[in-house]
Antibody
């Protein structure tokens, strides 16, 4: 059974850094595309980035490019999101997800971890 | 500027049918955009319902179906149940990454 469990959220000051973790089990992490998605309070979903299964190519949207870094430790089955230069608009619930295709390990979401950036 | 658009809200009667759509402001949505649909209920994490336009996951109820409708992606709920009341998001693979739509609030009344 695929399971994703996020951790590392909390309160951080504007301009600070935070590293989120996502413990993945039930599938081989290095074979999957892995994403981070966030949701500001009362708002919609926003894709934050992906790390692909081609050796680790990453892609980020404009709002986080240059500030956020996705990485993974395949030996530990863990995905990471390093967030730097945090802004108040980065506040929200952060979810890790597998890919969005039809592979057996795709379509899964964690329960999320809350990040609050204070000004 | 919102790249992907969805109906803000729709209301459907129990047992009825409702179709949600997902449009791209730059042109027609195609299978190349790998349209994906998600359901989110209050206080819960989203869950993936439909991938690659029309493929259901093992947990997706049979009453949900995905398609391309004209120049949009579509999610149809047939035989709607009270528990289908939720926010529904579409997502497109667009410009090398993913973009979510703003969501459609479906009310079952």
């Amino acid at each position: 059974e695929v399971q994703l469990v996020e951790s590392g959220g909390g309160l951080v000051e504007s301009g600070g850094s935070l590293r989120l973790s996502c413990a993945a089990s039930g599938f081989t992490l290095r074979r999957a595309w892995m994403n981070w998605v966030r949701q500001a309070p009362g708002k919609g979903l926003e894709w934050v980035g992906v790390i692909k299964n081609d050796g680790g190519t990453t892609v980020y949207p404009a709002p986080v490019k240059g500030r956020f870094i996705i990485s993974r430790d395949d030996s530990k089955g863990t995905l990471f999101l390093q967030m730097n230069s945090l802004k108040s608009e980065d506040t929200g619930m952060y979810y890790c997800t597998t890919g969005y295709s039809t592979a057996a390990h795709d379509g899964y979401w964690g329960q999320g971890t809350l990040v609050t950036v204070t000004s | 500027q919102t790249v992907v658009t969805q109906e803000p809200s729709l209301t459907v009667s129990p047992g009825g049918t409702v179709t949600l759509t997902c449009a791209a402001i730059t042109g027609a949505v195609t299978s190349g955009h790998s349209p994906t649909w998600f359901q989110q209920k209050p206080g819960q994490a989203p869950r993936t319902l439909i991938s690659d336009t029309n493929t259901k996951h093992s947990w997706t109820p049979a009453r949900f179906s995905g398609s391309l409708l004209g120049d949009k992606a579509a999610l149809t709920l047939s035989g709607v149940q009270p528990e289908d009341e939720a926010e529904y998001y579409c997502q497109l693979f667009y410009g090398g990454g993913y973009v979510f739509g703003p969501g459609t609030k479906v009310t079952v009344l």
